[in-house]
């Protein structure tokens, strides 16, 4: 819910802007817990308004709306101001410090998030509570939305599709653009950045505003950036003078080819008629160019002849209308989108700066319409929600190569989600029903496969259902568990895929005879909070049936590995450990800890993209201050990464047998530090942060780096940001 709600006990307002990074159990800056203000009331079952406070944030991509302490669900919020101070310039990096939470990278321009260890299909982006696709079968298909662009990020953790459907088996991340300011002609921020490691500037601007009836609110952001610079260690290839070196990189130092540029908007004009409804309509697009390093000999030189890209071009538009009326005491909040994704990639070895080469393009058109009804106590229960959605998508592939097909894809579904305290416990249970269909089809297909030629429609029909609760055992400590199904229907591409897929340096081919990916998630959650300590400590298993992989066959063409989709039952179990302690008024210590393991349950080979144990430990630093060095603010963490082997079958996974390079990784350490404060100049207040990531410029491999094969991982950078309000 955007803006006012009222809901049983949770009354929130939520201002434009808030910086905090927030535990799933609390949503509040440690100073407004110190100072005591600012900060609205939230009384849980058995416990009375005066006993525990919340800060005035509302998630939305939660069954229910309300606070995150009221969620049985595992939910976590990230705030604009948090994003753009550590100088975040994707969506992984904006999200991969909370704990169970990691990102998949690729230089500076791809970071695509891993919750519980479940990336890609199995993880349901949003946008603004509906859900988006990116063509994300690809492992370096990056969610076209810019941070810059967004208010908070809402991260779910575990089965989502009650709310959301297929894709949200492992989770849910809501991206909530920057909301209308009704009642103020203008506000907005001005932002600027440079990052010394590739050479990268950030210029945007957003504003917001209206009259009280009519709003609006806007935004543009340009990202230019050059190459990624490694550590520059010494490089062996062709194959080495000895047998010790033959894990060593390719490449490192500065890394051709992992350049990109990006201009990104986002537009909304709003209207609020006589009788309290809001009424929005919304345009945004996200438009990017660039190059990746691709892996020897991948291209069309000798190896010797050095390094060689892949050019890359991606667009991506979306139109929204949206509506929030009550009526009937009811809630209603309908929502029409419209959403254009465009991909298109050259052949390996073809760069951007060459143009596009017709190689690979595919498109799709994506209409949903989802209405979804909030009430409050009905039928003995407190009050919940139920809805209806519909997406059709069409799809079309021109390139010279099938890597994906052209077909369609249509989901039917309802669902319901409701809520009942009983003393000290609070319940919450939802049902859905999803009809999904999805058809490849030659005449949408340039070039298809003899498979998408001989192709029939595959359909699925799924229930998924959740039962969660928050039982209080004292003010400060409580106990949440869930139990979820999820499911997720196989792709257009995991079906009919058929052909050189140049970002992994393989030759994929598709299975028509998947079954539906259907998953039991269970966790257990411990959650203490109060005015100076913040703690959680979680459990958790998923069970997915049919769950698909990527299996090598053992064979080559133009002597890459065929890669064959196949299903076997997986299992992944982990559990989560995140505290936060105010030392007193101006210092706050950190820890997040997660361990995640999954495995097939046929051979119990580990599955793919599993990120590495690791453990973080961090402090901030905000004293008091009067005068011109206003605000100011440190930080410093510590992370530890465990070594990690490379899964059978997994992107890449081919380098641990290659005379170079490593699939595998070894453990390392990173540190970052940050600093900033908020001086007055003229009159106006300017927000300035330094952020410097692996300050100690290490020499290492990142696990999720898609690059680690053959690269080294970016060494150190520095973040300088200035944001100007207005």
């Given at each position: 819910?955007?803006?006012n709600?009222?809901y049983?006990?949770v ?6 802007r808030?910086?905090?990074?927030c535990?799933?159990l609390?949503?509040?800056?440690a ?7 600012d900060?609205?009331?939230l ?6 308004a005066?006993?525990?406070?919340l ?14 302490l009221?969620?049985?669900?595992d939910v ?5 101001d ?7 310039s ?12 990691d990102?998949?990278?690729t ?12 990336s ?20 370096r ?7 810059f662009?967004?208010?908070r990020?809402?991260?779910v953790?575990?089965?989502s599709?009650?709310?959301y459907?297929?894709s949200a ?6 991206l ?10 203008i506000?907005?921020?001005a932002?600027?950045r ?9 210029t ?10 009519f709003?609006?609110a ?5 990202r ?8 520059d260690?010494?490089?062996y290839f062709?194959p ?8 060593a990189?390719a490449?490192t ?5 992992t350049d990109f ?7 909304a004009l709003?209207y609020?008629?006589d009788d309290?409804g809001e009424w ?7 438009n ?7 892996p020897?000999?991948?291209?069309t030189?000798?190896?010797s002849e050095?390094?060689?890209?892949i ?9 929204e209308?949206a509506g ?7 809630t209603?909040k309908?929502k029409?989108v419209w959403?254009?994704?465009?991909r298109?990639?050259?052949a390996?070895?073809?760069a951007r700066?060459a143009?596009f080469?017709n190689?690979?393009?595919i498109?799709f058109?994506?209409?949903t319409a989802?209405?979804e009804g909030?009430h409050g ?16 998508k069409?799809q ?5 190569t ?12 309802i669902?319901a989600?409701e809520?009942?305290?009983?003393g ?7 049902l859905?029903?999803?009809h999904?269909?999805?058809?490849g089809?030659a ?5 298809p ?6 192709a029939?429609?595959?359909t699925?029909?799924?229930?998924t ?8 055992l ?12 999820g499911?997720?229907?196989p792709?257009l591409?995991e079906?009919y ?22 998953s039991?998630n269970?966790?257990?959650s411990?959650r203490w ?5 913040r ?5 958790y298993?998923?069970a ?10 053992g064979?080559?063409?133009?002597g890459?590995?065929?890669?064959e989709?196949a ?7 982990g ?12 210092m706050?210590?950190s ?7 999954g495995?097939r ?6 599955l793919p993209?599993?990120p590495a144990?690791?453990?973080?430990v ?10 011109w ?7 410093v ?6 070594s990690?082997?490379?899964a059978?079958?997994e ?8 005379p170079f390079?490593?699939a595998?990784?070894d453990d ?14 003229g ?6 942060d ?5 300050l ?6 990142g696990?999720?780096?898609t690059y680690k094969?053959y ?14 309000p207005?």
């Amino acid at each position: 819910m955007r803006g006012n709600y009222q809901y049983g006990p949770v009354a929130v307002q939520r201002p434009w802007r808030r910086s905090a990074v927030c535990l799933a159990l609390l949503c509040v800056p440690a100073s407004a817990w110190a100072a005591g203000n600012d900060v609205d009331t939230l009384a849980l079952p058995g416990q009375g308004a005066e006993q525990q406070e919340l800060g005035p944030i509302s998630v939305t991509g939660a069954p229910l709306p309300g606070s995150p302490l009221s969620q049985a669900a595992d939910v976590d919020v990230v705030e604009s101001d948090a994003i753009e101070a550590k100088g975040a310039s994707n969506l992984g990096e904006a999200v991969e410090d909370l704990a169970g939470v990691d990102s998949i990278s690729t230089g500076n321009s791809v970071g695509k998030p891993v919750i519980r260890g479940l990336s890609g299909e199995r993880i349901k982006i949003l946008s603004d509570g509906v859900g988006v696709d990116h063509q994300q079968f690809g492992v370096r298909h990056m969610p076209t939305t810019d941070t810059f662009l967004v208010d908070r990020v809402e991260v779910v953790r575990g089965a989502s599709s009650v709310l959301y459907g297929s894709s949200a088996l492992g989770g849910a991340i809501n991206l909530l653009p920057p909301e209308i300011d009704w009642d103020t002609p203008i506000e907005g921020e001005a932002l600027t950045r440079y990052s010394t490691n590739n050479d990268q500037w950030d210029t945007g601007i957003k504003a917001t505003g209206g009259n009280g009836r009519f709003g609006y609110a806007a935004g543009l952001i340009r990202r230019s950036a050059g190459d990624i610079e490694t550590p520059d260690e010494s490089t062996y290839f062709p194959p080495p003078p000895a047998e010790r070196y033959r894990d060593a990189p390719a490449y490192t130092g500065k890394l051709g080819y992992t350049d990109f540029d990006q201009v990104n908007g986002d537009f909304a004009l709003g209207y609020r008629d006589d009788d309290g409804g809001e009424w929005t309509a919304r345009y945004s697009r996200f438009n990017d160019e660039h190059n990746f390093l691709l892996p020897p000999p991948a291209g069309t030189r000798p190896p010797s002849e050095g390094e060689e890209g892949i050019g890359q071009y991606i667009d991506n538009e979306q139109v929204e209308l949206a509506g929030n009326k009550q009526a009937g005491g009811i809630t209603w909040k309908p929502k029409l989108v419209w959403q254009n994704n465009r991909r298109r990639s050259n052949a390996a070895g073809t760069a951007r700066a060459a143009g596009f080469d017709n190689a690979i393009d595919i498109e799709f058109d994506q209409y949903t319409a989802r209405l979804e009804g909030q009430h409050g106590p009905v039928l003995g229960l407190d009050g919940g929600t139920v809805g209806i959605e519909y997406v059709t998508k069409d799809q079309v592939s021109r390139g010279t190569t099938q890597l994906s097909p052209g077909g369609t894809v249509d989901d039917a579904a309802i669902f319901a989600f409701e809520e009942k305290g009983i003393g000290d416990l609070l319940l919450q249970a939802g049902l859905r029903y999803d009809h999904h269909e999805v058809e490849g089809k030659a005449s949408k297909t340039a070039n298809p496969s003899q498979s998408v030629i001989d192709a029939e429609k595959q359909t699925y029909d799924v229930i998924t259902g959740s039962l969660g609760g928050i039982y209080s055992l004292t003010r400060q400590l409580s106990v949440a568990a869930n139990v979820g199904r999820g499911f997720r229907a196989p792709s257009l591409f995991e079906l009919y895929v058929a052909g050189q897929h140049g970002g992994v340096a393989a030759f994929q081919q598709g299975n028509a005879d998947l079954d539906e990916e259907t998953s039991l998630n269970t966790d257990l959650s411990l959650r203490w909070a109060s005015d100076t300590l913040r703690a959680k400590a979680t459990v958790y298993r998923n069970a997915i049936d049919d769950y698909i992989f990527l299996q090598d066959t053992g064979r080559a063409v133009n002597g890459l590995p065929v890669l064959e989709n196949a299903q076997a039952d997986a299992v992944l179990t982990g559990a989560e450990l995140s505290i936060e302690k105010d030392v007193n008024t101006w210092m706050t210590l950190s820890l997040a800890a997660e361990t995640v393991h999954g495995e097939r349950r046929d051979n119990d080979d580990e599955l793919p993209l599993l990120p590495a144990d690791n453990v973080r430990v961090g402090a901030q630093f905000k004293p008091a201050s009067e005068g011109w060095l206003r605000d100011p603010r440190a930080s410093v963490s510590v992370r530890y990464y465990a070594s990690k082997d490379a899964a059978p079958g997994e992107p890449f996974a081919q380098f641990d047998n290659a005379p170079f390079g490593s699939a595998s990784t070894d453990d390392y350490y990173l540190v970052d530090l940050g600093a900033g404060f908020s001086p007055q100049i003229g009159g106006q207040t300017v927000h300035l942060d330094m952020a410097i990531h692996n300050l100690l410029d290490e020499d290492y491999r990142g696990f999720l780096d898609t690059y680690k094969g053959y690269a080294l991982s970016p060494g150190r950078d520095v973040r300088l940001t200035a944001r100007l309000p207005f």
